[in-house]
């Protein structure tokens, strides 16, 4: 089994920054991608950004030059930078992880962008 633990989201005004991280422990050695996905209210949820084992990273369009997604495989952690925040990001922010094992699913974080 895989377990997720995130941190770091909070408060911030528009066009601020906060960096997430998620730390994984159990199977690492299973897992082939991470990503970050959101919740808002009312809302679906949606894929934010991925990457893979091999570094590929994929993110939505309403992110692209504004989050970035790394991964520290020695630390098996993955962190999502975001920056220019907007108040349409608000949203609990769920960690996950592809593996051999399955689907694994951080308990979420609330990121909260308003002035």
């Known amino acids: 089994q895989v377990q997720l633990v995130e941190s770091g989201g909070g408060l911030v005004q528009p066009g601020g920054s906060l960096r997430l991280s998620c730390a994984a422990s159990g199977s690492t050695f299973s897992i082939y991608a991470m990503g970050w996905y959101r919740q808002a209210p009312e809302k679906q949820r949606e894929l934010v950004a991925r990457?893979?084992?091999?570094?590929?990273?994929t993110y939505a369009d309403s992110v692209k030059g504004r989050f970035t997604i790394s991964r520290d495989n020695a630390k098996n952690t993955v962190y999502l930078q975001m920056n220019s925040l907007k108040p349409e990001d608000t949203a609990v922010y769920y960690c996950?992880?592809?593996?051999?094992?399955?689907?694994?699913w951080g308990q979420g974080t609330q990121v909260t962008v308003s002035s």
């Open positions: 990457i893979t084992n091999g570094g590929t990273t």
């Open positions: 996950n992880a592809a593996s051999l094992v399955g689907t694994t």
